[in-house]
């Protein structure tokens, strides 16, 4: 009984393995994979992603089409605008499968007479990229410099009704505690909602900056008054006021008080009767985090040459 039963499954076999040597008409479904898109269109949401099409060939071909979606390239700079559509002709669809389908293939017609193609015109601009960044530094460190991101900017494409809407793209969230050393972070970007048919060139970003130590010195720094009406002479009480500098304590040990310039502008007074005046800083080291006035007022005492 079962030497019977075999020899009628290696029957069945052989037949079938002989049918499909033969040669048949049917349809198969292609998947479509537009590519070669011109820079000024997107393809959007509403294009065909399959076409059927009758195909005269072998039985083994057929049996390979309809276990497998063969993947169909269309070349989208070969589609025409037509009252509104970007469409490709018959003629060119065919030309492009045929190209694609082995030899033993024929093509004998498709599901449509035309493909049209969802296309729609783009604009492009370059928006500048936001680090979104909660950053603690450890005591006596300070931040050297600017946080850079890199790259600064991203490009977008899409219709202009969407891109003129972003003005920058913000990164995810960084939280960085008790930060005494330069630190660099690649982090994803986020970006608004509602732009479904905008294409953004990257999705990552990295930020970093330089962390330093900063040490604090006072300088002495004698006080300018400008603008003393003409045959008086003035007199501030102090002389000399207290400039608190931070800086890094190499950059400390090279300036001296020489290098700030405090000034007091007697026109500010413009006629009144008071007998302060407010300070400025009018000039401060180059390389510096900060430069404070312990006091931002002097008395003064105004006398007649």
């Known amino acids: 009984m079962k030497v019977f039963s075999l020899f009628l499954l290696c029957s069945f076999l052989a037949w079938f393995i002989s049918n499909l040597s033969d040669t048949y008409e049917s349809r198969a479904y292609f998947t479509l994979n537009y590519r070669n898109l011109p820079d000024s269109l997107l393809l959007g949401k509403n294009s065909d992603n399959l076409i059927e099409a009758k195909l005269r060939t072998s039985g083994f071909q057929f049996l390979y089409y309809k276990i497998f979606k063969t993947r169909i390239d269309i070349d989208v700079s070969q589609v025409e605008f037509q009252n509104g559509d970007y469409v490709m002709s ?20 498709l599901d449509r007479r035309t493909l049209e193609v969802d296309l729609y015109q783009v604009d492009s601009k370059k928006i500048p990229i936001e680090a979104k960044l909660d950053l603690q530094l450890e005591q006596n460190y300070i931040l050297d410099g600017k946080i850079k991101i890199l790259p600064d900017s991203i490009e977008v494409k899409g219709p202009s009704n969407e891109i003129d809407t972003i003005n920058s793209i913000k990164t995810s969230l960084i939280q960085l ?26 999705g990552r970003a ?47 040990k090279e300036i001296s008080a020489s290098d700030f310039e405090i000034v007091a502008d007697y026109s500010q007074l413009m006629g009144s009767e008071s007998s302060t005046l407010f300070l400025e800083i009018q000039e401060s080291p180059q390389k510096v985090y900060d430069v404070k006035l312990e006091d931002n007022t002097v008395n003064f005492v105004l006398e007649q040459q």
């Open 90 to 109: 018959e003629e060119a669809l065919r030309k492009q499968m045929d190209q694609q389908l082995s030899q033993s293939i024929s093509l004998l017609e």
């Open 177 to 202: 505690n008790n930060v005494n050393a330069d630190f660099s972070n690649e982090v994803s970007l986020v970006f608004p909602k509602g732009l479904d048919n905008s294409i953004f060139s990257i």
């Open 206 to 252: 990295t930020v970093s900056g330089k962390v330093t130590k900063f040490s604090e010195k006072v300088f002495e720094v004698p006080v300018q008054v400008i603008n003393v009406p003409q045959g008086y002479q003035i007199k501030t009480f102090p002389d000399v006021v207290t400039v608190l500098c931070k800086a890094t304590i190499e950059r400390l």
